[in-house]
């Protein structure tokens, strides 16, 4: 008889989008008269289409693929030479990584949940709270955790909670942990870390012999030039971090999948005689058995994103997004809300009135501005008492957002 992974077991079902589907079908059956009025801000999904230079590299790479001289079969595991030397040159050019440090992919979120692969069992695992979904869930799959309590908290995850008390930022743990998953700008408090938070952590993996898996997906939106994009600029970082970055939120490639993982040959594990390995060599074997490379034409549409004109148009979408955002926060501000994170990220998080949970806020403004946002205790306990509201949206859903929450004050 075949047996099964009983880890996958212990994952709680699918909770949050499922749970916000049903209560919006629920009030769109109820009140058929305003079904068209809902606006969703939940999903973290884009909503611009693909730059043009984009397109147009896609379309050629398409057609080389179809005429024999220019016909390419399968390509390079790791990501053709000609992305991954741009990548290099155009973000990070001063940072000393290597072009054969870069891992190309078909996505981040697959990236942060196969890089377990080259990690032994034992290890002890930090994740932020609130936090992306996958971090969590990729880790009851490889064993990593026991089970869940009613609250949703696995057994043997150290957990960081995040708040306004600490700013979004968590304390450094007291208890020695071995991966420490951080994603900044963060999904989904929209906050960022400064150059002294992200040196302390750098510090403690030193220190503590871990490795910081850090997830810059949204860096793209950073604004203010004091706040680091890369775990890279901090000193040390080379030693002990792992950084992923994709093409889904910048380039609006959600639906195209490409993205990469920043991995410096001077980081290693211990292996069980106790010798030092370099994980480069091991994500390189696990990427070279397991994947067969990123789509030619997706990989040239990629390289699109960093040419001069692909630059101004990936530009032009940030900027429409983070305006989005400021008139989200704007209009969050003047209902007397307090409101976190939108500045150098496409989320924006929000404080609960006093007695109101995630979800009632959820249902407030689904019922009296049929407007869709993310429950934060969806992401985690420490997100009970904020909702997320999401600026991937056009201008024209937005604007007509922050009338209703204007109404919602009257
Ligand atoms: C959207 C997102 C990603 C990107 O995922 P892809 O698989 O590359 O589309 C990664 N991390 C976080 C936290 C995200 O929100």
């Not at 743990?173 to 700008?185: A, G, R, T, W």
């Not at 998080?349 to 501005?369: H, Q, R, T, Y």
Request: net charge negative.
């Amino acid at each position: 008889m075949a047996t099964i992974n009983s880890n996958f077991l212990k994952l709680k079902a699918g909770y949050l989008f499922p749970e916000i589907a049903r209560r919006v079908k629920a009030y769109t059956e109820a009140n058929p008269d305003k079904a068209d009025r809902v606006i969703r801000c939940g999903i973290g999904d884009v909503t611009e289409p693909l730059p043009p230079s984009v397109v147009k590299a896609m379309h050629e790479g398409v057609d080389e693929m179809g005429c024999r001289d220019t016909f390419k079969g399968y390509g390079p595991e790791q990501g053709y030479a000609f992305l991954r030397e741009a990548i290099v040159e155009n973000q990070y050019a001063e940072l000393g990584i290597a072009a054969d440090e870069i891992f190309i992919s078909d996505g981040s979120k697959c990236d942060t949940g196969n890089i377990l692969d080259i990690f032994g069992a034992g290890n002890t695992i930090a994740i932020t709270d609130p936090v992306y979904p996958v971090y969590v869930d990729t880790n009851v799959m490889a064993g990593n955790t026991g089970d869940a309590d009613p609250s949703g908290a696995y057994a043997g995850l150290v957990y960081l909670p995040c708040n306004a008390e600490n700013d979004f930022s968590p304390a450094i743990p007291e208890e020695k942990v071995d991966l420490i998953y951080l994603c900044y700008p963060n999904n989904p408090t929209g906050t960022t870390a400064t150059r002294e938070q992200l040196a302390a952590w750098v510090k403690y993996a030193k220190e503590n012999d871990s490795v910081i898996l850090f997830d810059a997906a949204y860096e793209a939106f950073i604004s203010d030039p004091a706040i680091p994009r890369s775990i890279f600029e901090i000193e040390g970082a080379k030693d002990c971090a792992i950084e992923f970055r994709s093409f889904s939120k910048n380039g609006g490639f959600t639906g195209v999948r490409c993205g990469y993982v920043v991995l410096p040959k001077s980081v290693t594990g211990k292996a069980a005689d106790g010798s030092r390995v370099p994980l480069h060599q091991l994500w390189n074997r696990r990427q070279s058995t397991k994947f067969n490379g990123a789509s030619y034409p997706v990989q040239k549409a990629a390289a699109a994103v960093f040419s001069p004109q692909g630059k101004k148009e990936v530009a032009a979408l940030i900027e429409h997004y983070m305006g989005n955002a400021k008139l989200l926060r704007e209009a969050a501000i003047a209902l007397g809300l307090k409101v976190y994170g939108g500045e150098n990220a496409p989320y924006v998080w929000i404080a609960c009135p006093d007695g109101v949970d995630s979800w009632g806020m959820f249902d407030k403004m689904l019922n009296e501005a049929q407007v869709v946002v993310t429950p934060g205790s969806g992401f985690g306990s420490a997100g009970e008492g904020y909702f997320r509201v999401s600026a991937f949206n056009s201008r024209d859903n937005v604007e007509e957002v922050c009338r209703r929450l204007k109404a919602l004050v009257a």
